[in-house]
């Protein structure tokens, strides 16, 4: 194979990957245009604080398993459906307080059922991403996702009319429901002879990779979070909208190195600094795009206005993204998950404390400031003490 041939085909490879992973957060993108522009922001805002809240479960449920995973398929390519399942099986007893939690949620009262209901078919649906990104079977996710948001939207444009919060959250579990049994058709027809075993060690070898995921998110997500608490829902609704743009930036972050992540464990540490500096410098031209073009759709098509001093923040957010996952996959590389978990830990700590009275105060501008703080000084820790290491 010519040396053009090989990049057409890693081109190709990136791109198929990236567009499965946009389909799905785009889906939420549009869900809260419709919503929005043909119901009410208010409404918007109501399932924000849900899709935060049931976030959090999964994040729980997941338990570091897409990174294990694809790491231990690696290793043993022969038992790869039965180590999936295996994890699976394992992670389900997390259902369990999960369960109990949320009927502890005031914001859940009256609809825990559906709630629950929701939880546990995107549990399962997330599950078979790393089966997805380790055989590369990107097309198939794209059109299943296509599939999924099709329905949702149909669903939500012919009841517009009437559309409440309970009637979202049926629909969606509808859809997801759906998701569900064609991604079943497809990934289990090649599990043969998969013994049903009960392996709670899973959980403690997803440990090193669960750990710095959930300090992680935490670190990224923890304006939101205070968002939910000071916000009133239109308040929600915007930020909402305005990070789920800052989220597709995000996710492109990774488009490059995630289906070739176990080439790059092998990469030497020159090829790797290499690497970083480039992304790093493309970064700045990414950021300018990206918020070019999210002004012109948030101000243009959802007609929601914000200030040049967020607008200013979501860029200084972006500019980091493509060092951040190269930074955090070296990490992976070294055995060095407890090292980005400590930290983490020490910048979620400041964010804690600071995002408090930003938010409570500076409302929207407060949020992104702990946003792109965060940011950069994870970024920024990561570099400092990986350099000193080398």
């Known amino acids: 194979m010519s040396k053009k041939s090989k990049h057409i085909r890693r081109l190709k490879t990136i791109s198929l990957f990236g567009v499965s992973q946009l389909t799905s957060v785009l889906s939420i993108v549009i869900l809260s245009l419709i919503i929005i522009r043909f119901h009410s922001a208010e409404l918007w805002g109501q399932y924000a604080e849900v899709l935060i809240w049931t976030n959090v479960f999964l994040l729980f449920l997941s338990f570091g398993n897409n990174d294990y995973l694809l790491k231990s398929f690696s290793k043993k390519p022969s038992t790869i459906n039965q180590k999936w399942l295996n994890n699976l099986i394992a992670r389900s007893i997390l259902l369990v307080p999960s369960m109990i939690l949320i009927y502890f949620i005031p914001f859940f009262k009256g609809i825990e059922p559906l709630i629950f209901t929701l939880i546990i078919l995107q549990f399962i649906n997330q599950s078979f991403k790393s089966l997805i990104v380790y055989h590369r079977k990107f097309q198939l996710n794209i059109i299943i996702e296509l599939l999924f948001l099709s329905l949702l ?64 998110t935490f670190r990224s997500k923890i304006d939101t979070y205070y968002g939910a608490h000071f916000f009133n829902p239109i308040q929600l609704s915007k930020y909402q909208v305005l990070i789920s743009f800052l989220a597709l930036a995000q996710m492109s972050s990774a488009f490059a190195i995630t289906p070739y992540l176990k080439n790059f464990y092998r990469l030497k540490n020159e090829s790797v600094s290499k690497i970083q500096k480039q992304f790093f410098i493309y970064g700045w031209i990414y950021a300018i795009i990206v918020i070019f073009v999210t002004f012109i759709i948030l101000s243009k098509v959802y007609q929601l206005a914000y200030s040049p001093i967020q607008y200013s923040l979501a860029f200084i957010f972006i500019i980091p993204l493509f060092l951040h996952t190269l930074l955090v996959s070296e990490y992976y590389k070294k055995e060095q998950q407890y090292r980005i978990a400590l930290l983490t830990s020490i910048i979620v ?26 940011q950069w000084c994870i970024v920024i820790l990561l570099w400092v003490w990986i350099k000193r290491r080398k």
């Open 349 to 374: 700590s400041i964010q804690v404390f600071i995002g408090y009275y930003l938010i409570k105060n500076w409302s929207l501008d407060g949020a992104l400031l702990v946003k792109a703080f965060g």
């Open 153 to 216: 939207l149909s669903q939500v444009i012919l009841k517009i009319e009437y559309l409440s919060l309970i009637i979202i959250i049926k629909i969606i579990c509808f859809v997801h429901f759906i998701k569900l049994i064609v991604f079943s058709i497809f990934l289990f027809k090649d599990f043969k002879q998969i013994k049903l075993l009960v392996q709670f060690s899973e959980l403690k070898k997803s440990l090193p990779f669960f750990i710095p995921l959930i300090i992680g």
